[in-house]
C-alpha cells in the first residue's frame, strides 16, 4: 500500500465512503493554520445533524492563537501536576467488561507500540498522554458543551454532529481527534472560555493538517467485521 504523504492526505476526498474511510483519530499536526472561514463552514456542515425534533443541543466554542496557548499550558500543568481533574459525567464503565477491554488495550499498546513506548516506561506514556492536552500541536481547539438537564437522547445527537464535523474536517481536506480527555479538566475550560455554568464540558476536538512523517498517524486500529456485530432477520420462526 502506498504510504500516504502530506500532499495527498491533505486533498478532500472525492466521495462520502472516502471521507469515512480516511478519517481517524490524528495525533500529530503541522503549525500550518486554519481559516476562520473554514472553520465556520465546517461548523454550518456539522449542524446539518440530525437531532430530536430539531432541538440542535449542541455548543461549541472554538480556539486559536494565543487563547488556544494558554489554555493548552495551563490544563497541560495541571496534568502533569497530577491536580484538577474531575468528571462531570461518567464515559466510561467501571470495570470495562469483554470484548471491550481487549479491545482498548490493543489501540493502547499499537499506537505505544508505533512510537516505541514498551510496557512499563510510565515517563513515556505519561509524556505522550500529556499531548492530548496541547492538542496534539494542531492550532484549533472546538469545546462542544451541552445544557445541563438535557437527557440522553440529547447526548445521542451531540454524537451526530461531532461525526458530521469529522467528516466535514476530511471533506475539506482536514483532520480531527475528539478528545474526551478534556471533559475531566472542564473548570478550567468553562473559567478560561467564559462559558456559562450551565453548559456541560463534553470534549475537545483537535482539527487542522495532519502531519504524515508522524508515525503515530499511520496507525490504525482493527474494525470488526459486520458479521461480528449485525444480524439480518429476514422472517420470525413460528412459536
Given at each position: 500500500m502506498t504510504k500516504e504523504t502530506n500532499a495527498s492526505r491533505h486533498q478532500p476526498p472525492q466521495s462520502v465512503d472516502k471521507a469515512i474511510r480516511s478519517r481517524r483519530s490524528i495525533r500529530a499536526y503541522l503549525p500550518d493554520p486554519v481559516a476562520d472561514e473554514t472553520i465556520s463552514e465546517i461548523l454550518?456542515?456539522?449542524?446539518?445533524?440530525?437531532?430530536?425534533?430539531?432541538?440542535?443541543?449542541?455548543?461549541?466554542?472554538?480556539?486559536?492563537?494565543?487563547?488556544?496557548?494558554?489554555?493548552?499550558?495551563?490544563?497541560?500543568?495541571?496534568?502533569?501536576?497530577?491536580?484538577?481533574?474531575?468528571?462531570?459525567?461518567?464515559?466510561?464503565?467501571?470495570?470495562w467488561g469483554e470484548p471491550y477491554l481487549t479491545r482498548r488495550r490493543a489501540t493502547g499498546w499499537g499506537l505505544y507500540g508505533?512510537?516505541?513506548?514498551?510496557?512499563?516506561?510510565?515517563?513515556?506514556?505519561?509524556?505522550?498522554?500529556?499531548?492530548?492536552?496541547?492538542?496534539?500541536?494542531a492550532p484549533v481547539g472546538i469545546f462542544v458543551t451541552i445544557?445541563?438537564?438535557?437527557?440522553?437522547?440529547?447526548?445521542?445527537?451531540?454524537?451526530?454532529?461531532?461525526?458530521?464535523?469529522?467528516?466535514?474536517?476530511r471533506g475539506k481536506g482536514l483532520d480531527t481527534c475528539p478528545q474526551q480527555a478534556f471533559a475531566g479538566y472542564h473548570a478550567i475550560i468553562q473559567k478560561r472560555l467564559a462559558i456559562?455554568?450551565?453548559?456541560?464540558?463534553?470534549c475537545g476536538v483537535a482539527l487542522g493538517h495532519a502531519d504524515m512523517s508522524a508515525p503515530e498517524n499511520h496507525f490504525?486500529?482493527?474494525?470488526?467485521?459486520?458479521?461480528?456485530?449485525?444480524?439480518?432477520?429476514?422472517?420470525?420462526?413460528a412459536g
Amino acid at each position: 500500500m502506498t504510504k500516504e504523504t502530506n500532499a495527498s492526505r491533505h486533498q478532500p476526498p472525492q466521495s462520502v465512503d472516502k471521507a469515512i474511510r480516511s478519517r481517524r483519530s490524528i495525533r500529530a499536526y503541522l503549525p500550518d493554520p486554519v481559516a476562520d472561514e473554514t472553520i465556520s463552514e465546517i461548523l454550518e456542515l456539522a449542524a446539518r445533524a440530525p437531532s430530536g425534533t430539531n432541538t440542535q443541543p449542541w455548543r461549541v466554542h472554538v480556539v486559536r492563537g494565543a487563547v488556544r496557548d494558554q489554555l493548552c499550558d495551563e490544563i497541560e500543568a495541571a496534568f502533569l501536576e497530577g491536580g484538577q481533574y474531575s468528571e462531570e459525567y461518567a464515559y466510561a464503565p467501571d470495570p470495562w467488561g469483554e470484548p471491550y477491554l481487549t479491545r482498548r488495550r490493543a489501540t493502547g499498546w499499537g499506537l505505544y507500540g508505533t512510537l516505541g513506548i514498551v510496557k512499563g516506561d510510565k515517563e513515556k506514556m505519561q509524556a505522550q498522554h500529556a499531548r492530548n492536552f496541547r492538542l496534539f500541536d494542531a492550532p484549533v481547539g472546538i469545546f462542544v458543551t451541552i445544557e445541563r438537564g438535557l437527557e440522553l437522547g440529547s447526548w445521542l445527537d451531540i454524537g451526530l454532529f461531532l461525526q458530521n464535523l469529522m467528516l466535514a474536517a476530511r471533506g475539506k481536506g482536514l483532520d480531527t481527534c475528539p478528545q474526551q480527555a478534556f471533559a475531566g479538566y472542564h473548570a478550567i475550560i468553562q473559567k478560561r472560555l467564559a462559558i456559562p455554568d450551565e453548559e456541560m464540558v463534553v470534549c475537545g476536538v483537535a482539527l487542522g493538517h495532519a502531519d504524515m512523517s508522524a508515525p503515530e498517524n499511520h496507525f490504525t486500529p482493527a474494525r470488526e467485521p459486520v458479521t461480528a456485530f449485525a444480524r439480518f432477520v429476514d422472517d420470525f420462526s413460528a412459536g
